[in-house]
């Protein structure tokens, strides 16, 4: 008798095979470089199938991107939203959170600025996924400012030229 799967517990385990590629993804491209990972060395590396990746990625740069924007993104989100934050608080938890992070995998770092410098594609996906956390820093920085928080800076206004 097979036992009938729910919905629920589906989309759970397509989440936790998703972030287990993510996760063997990221420690082959620091490693050994976007570029000479194959998804045939990162099936190894995650322990599953090279269909499997294809399953839930379109390839390699899906992954990675999935990986940013999970990482990036919703933490941005997470560190500038807070609903009961007042004053510099987000702020110096968002740099504070973006320092620790740029000094922890330098590899990936360094994987990333590569391929934003010779790939024009990724070059454009990943301005499309940084878009969207610049304009949520500038509302926050536009809004505490507006509330006093913050004073207008000079170098943006044309007095201060």
Do not use: C
Not at 62 to 76: C, G, N, Q, Y
Not at 90 to 107: I, K, M, V
Not at 113 to 142: C, M, N, Q, T, W
Request: avoid cysteine.
């Amino acid at each position: 008798m097979s036992r009938k799967i729910e919905p629920n517990q589906r989309w759970r385990r397509a989440e936790e095979r998703r972030a287990q590629i993510m996760e063997a993804a990221i420690r082959l491209f620091a490693r050994q470089g976007f570029a000479r990972t194959t998804t045939k060395e990162l099936a190894r590396e995650a322990g599953i199938s090279e269909g499997t990746i294809y399953k839930h990625f379109a390839g390699k740069q899906d992954i990675l991107f999935a990986f940013i924007e999970r990482e990036a993104t919703a933490r941005v989100r997470a560190l500038l939203q807070p609903p009961q934050a007042d004053g510099d608080e987000p702020f110096r938890r968002f740099f504070l959170d973006r320092f620790s992070t740029a000094a922890q995998p330098l590899p990936l770092l360094k994987v990333i600025i590569g391929e934003v410098l010779f790939d024009e594609e990724f070059a454009r996906r990943y301005a499309e996924v940084a878009r969207p956390r610049l304009a949520l820093l500038e509302k926050r920085i536009a809004e505490h400012t507006r509330a006093g928080q913050f004073r207008q800076s000079t170098l943006s206004s044309p007095q201060g030229r």
